[in-house]
């Protein structure tokens, strides 16, 4: 049974502010690794664990998490996970060495991939059948935002404070989340009391999937499979996620319901989810390396660049669930979506060395509306045939597919990112030479600039090689940002098609009953 009045919005505010949580711990992080590497004196390398840890440990849970809630109950399941992100949390600020941090992230990623799956369940089950749209709406505003939001507010944190408060930061959060799950949140059955459990399922999922995201996350810093670890993993990942496939198939307790893959429109939604999430992610990844890096942006400047496109997302999704429920395809707002992602791409693609804070607002502006055009239809499409217990299974393994596509897209334009600089740069070098007019008068110029200021001719010399060469390394990374733009959205232009595969259906219908 759906839930009516104050108690059905307790329930959405309790859902979504736990979700975010979870949303927002993904990316807060990144922002304060410089300052996490130089407090706990550890290479940039190991530090890196810290996101790595989580994002294995998270895309681990996500596609369990349905059998889970099925297993212990939905209510305890999510209530579970809220005291152990809190309990996590506080143990990560109270960290005293890298390896205790690294350990109590993994802790957090665990929980955290029970936050998002079974959160969307619960609000799915806490809305009337005719409103999915709106509640899936509502449920976007964190996994959209989240990771956008994420990276402003590390960075107002740590201008205020020290690293250890981007995790107090959650306790609050999660002690009002978990009061509020305990006192307004419906107990659901526990299906699978008595029912043997497949140990050997979660062992191979947990090999297949924390194997394979290790490779993402890890590859372009260990020069991929030139690195014999990094080999290794790819190897047993292909080879684990064969046998857990296999091993779900034949068995009558699977964690991993993957006859759900028999619904068309599921099986399309997990591949657009994908590439949804390596839009996402990989743009959020790579705008602020490429403010940072290139054009001098601090963490907070890029942070606050982000907030207008994320509480654009905000004003837009309330809007798209009542399209939704009017009755607008949501294959025609995804396309819009789509196709708005690649305008956004397109406009940065143009960016110079001299672009500022006001030339990125229409772009990001853009984007935001493209994410909350993207983002609710999608997943709307995903569940639209979905029934029962399917729902948090296929939340589960949809979620888990927005993760790796995120994973992918991140190591993929990282990838691209390193290979192009060194073509761009070749092409840019051809150029330097002593026959080339405009080379010679730039680099004659930047002497005469020198001896100006005082220095003699050799050191005027010495100082304009080195100012050539700044020139050459900026603009061949300019060249190679460009590129990752164009990659990324010509990738979600080219996935237009893929909407067309799923139903039409004016409005989508969920069970109430979701157990």
Same mark, same amino acid.
């Given at each position: 049974?759906?839930?009516? &009045?104050?108690?059905?919005?307790?329930?959405?505010?309790?859902?979504?502010?736990?979700?975010?949580?979870? %949303?927002?711990?993904?990316?807060?992080?990144?922002?304060?690794?410089?300052? #996490?590497?130089?407090?706990?004196?550890?290479?940039?390398?190991?530090?890196?664990?810290?996101?790595?840890?989580?994002?294995?440990?998270?895309?681990?849970?996500?596609?369990?998490? &349905?059998? %889970? +809630?099925?297993?212990?109950?939905?209510?305890?399941?999510?209530?579970?996970?809220?005291?152990?992100?809190?309990?996590?949390?506080?143990?990560?600020?109270?960290?005293?060495?890298?390896?205790?941090?690294? %350990?109590?992230?993994?802790?957090?990623?665990?929980? +955290?991939?029970?936050?998002?799956?079974?959160?969307?369940?619960?609000?799915?089950?806490?809305?009337?059948?005719?409103?999915?749209?709106?509640?899936?709406?509502?449920?976007?505003?964190?996994?959209?935002?989240?990771?956008?939001?994420?990276? @402003?507010?590390?960075?107002?944190?740590?201008?205020?404070?020290?690293?250890?408060?981007?995790?107090?930061?959650?306790?609050?959060?999660?002690?009002?989340a978990a009061y509020c799950t305990y006192m307004f949140v419906r107990e659901t059955p526990k299906d699978g009391k008595g029912m043997p459990v497949d140990w050997w399922g979660i062992a191979l999922l947990a090999i297949a999937v924390g194997s394979l995201q290790t490779v993402l996350e890890k590859g372009e810093s260990e020069d991929w499979f030139a690195t014999p670890y990094i080999t290794a993993l790819a190897v047993t990942s292909v080879l684990g996620l064969l046998l857990f496939i296999w091993r779900e198939l034949s068995t009558d307790h699977p964690i991993v319901n993957f006859k759900i893959m028999r619904h068309r429109s599921f099986s399309v939604?997990?591949?657009? $989810?994908?590439?949804? &999430?390596? &839009?996402?992610?990989?743009?959020?990844?790579?705008?602020?390396? /490429?403010?940072?890096?290139?054009?001098?942006?601090?963490?907070?400047?890029?942070?606050?660049?982000? /907030?207008?496109?994320?509480?654009?997302?905000?004003?837009?999704?309330?809007? #798209?669930?009542?399209?939704?429920?009017?009755?607008?395809?949501?294959?025609?707002?995804?396309?819009?979506?789509?196709?708005?992602?690649?305008?956004?791409?397109?406009?940065? $693609?143009?960016?110079?060395?001299?672009?500022?804070?006001?030339?990125?607002?229409?772009?990001?502006?853009?984007? +935001?509306?493209?994410?909350?055009?993207?983002?609710?239809?999608?997943?709307?499409?995903?569940? =639209?045939?979905?029934? +029962?217990?399917?729902?948090?299974?296929? $939340?589960?393994?949809?979620?888990?597919?927005?993760?790796?596509?995120?994973?992918?897209?991140?190591?993929?334009?990282?990838?691209?990112?390193?290979?192009? =600089?060194?073509?761009?740069?070749?092409?840019?070098?051809?150029?330097?030479?002593?026959?080339?007019?405009?080379?010679?008068?730039? /680099?004659?110029?930047? #002497?005469?600039?020198?001896?100006?200021?005082?220095?003699?001719?050799?050191?005027?010399?010495?100082?304009?090689?080195?100012?050539?060469?700044?020139?050459? @390394?900026?603009?061949?990374?300019?060249?190679?940002?460009?590129?990752?733009?164009?990659?990324?959205?010509? #990738?979600?232009?080219?996935?237009?098609?893929?909407?067309?595969?799923?139903?039409?259906?004016?409005?989508?219908?969920?069970?109430?009953?979701?157990?």
């Open positions: 049974m759906a839930e009516k &009045g104050l108690k059905k919005w307790i329930i959405t505010f309790t859902v979504i502010t736990a979700s975010l949580l979870e %949303l927002i711990d993904t990316t807060i992080v990144n922002v304060a690794i410089p300052q #996490i590497q130089g407090n706990l004196g550890a290479t940039l390398e190991d530090v890196a664990w810290l996101s790595t840890g989580y994002a294995v440990a998270n895309v681990i849970v996500l596609p369990m998490s &349905g059998w %889970l +809630g099925s297993r212990f109950g939905r209510k305890n399941y999510f209530l579970f996970s809220i005291i152990l992100f809190t309990i996590a949390s506080f143990l990560c600020g109270n960290a005293t060495n890298l390896e205790e941090l690294i %350990l109590f992230r993994i802790l957090q990623g665990l929980a +955290g991939g029970g936050l998002i799956s079974t959160a969307q369940a619960i609000l799915i089950e806490t809305w009337p059948r005719e409103d999915v749209g709106i509640a899936t709406a509502l449920f976007g505003l964190g996994a959209v935002v989240g990771p956008t939001v994420g990276p @402003t507010i590390g960075g107002y944190l740590l201008e205020i404070s020290s690293w250890p408060l981007i995790f107090y930061v959650n306790i609050p959060v999660g002690i009002l939604g997990m591949f657009t $989810s994908f590439i949804l &999430g390596f &839009g996402l992610y990989g743009s959020v990844f790579v705008f602020p390396v /490429f403010c940072q890096n290139l054009l001098g942006f601090s963490p907070l400047q890029t942070g606050e660049l982000l /907030f207008p496109g994320g509480l654009c997302t905000i004003v837009m999704m309330p809007f #798209i669930g009542i399209f939704l429920k009017k009755g607008i395809p949501a294959q025609f707002m995804a396309t819009i979506g789509m196709f708005l992602f690649f305008v956004f791409c397109s406009m940065l $693609s143009k960016s110079t060395l001299q672009s500022g804070t006001n030339d990125f607002f229409l772009p990001l502006m853009i984007r +935001g509306v493209g994410m909350a055009l993207l983002f609710v239809p999608l997943t709307t499409l995903a569940i =639209q045939d979905l029934k +029962g217990a399917e729902i948090g299974q296929g $939340s589960g393994l949809n979620n888990m597919m927005r993760q790796l596509g995120g994973s992918f897209g991140i190591a993929a334009l990282t990838t691209l990112i390193h290979v192009r =600089q060194g073509f761009h740069r070749s092409n840019l070098l051809v150029n330097i030479n002593e026959y080339n007019p405009a080379f010679t008068d730039r /680099f004659n110029g930047f #002497i005469k600039n020198f001896m100006a200021k005082g220095y003699n001719y050799l050191d005027a010399k010495s100082l304009a090689v080195k100012a050539i060469e700044g020139t050459v @390394t900026k603009q061949s990374l300019l060249l190679t940002y460009s590129d990752a733009y164009w990659v990324a959205g010509l #990738i979600l232009l080219c996935s237009i098609p893929l909407l067309y595969l799923q139903k039409f259906k004016k409005n989508v219908e969920v069970p109430a009953d979701l157990h």
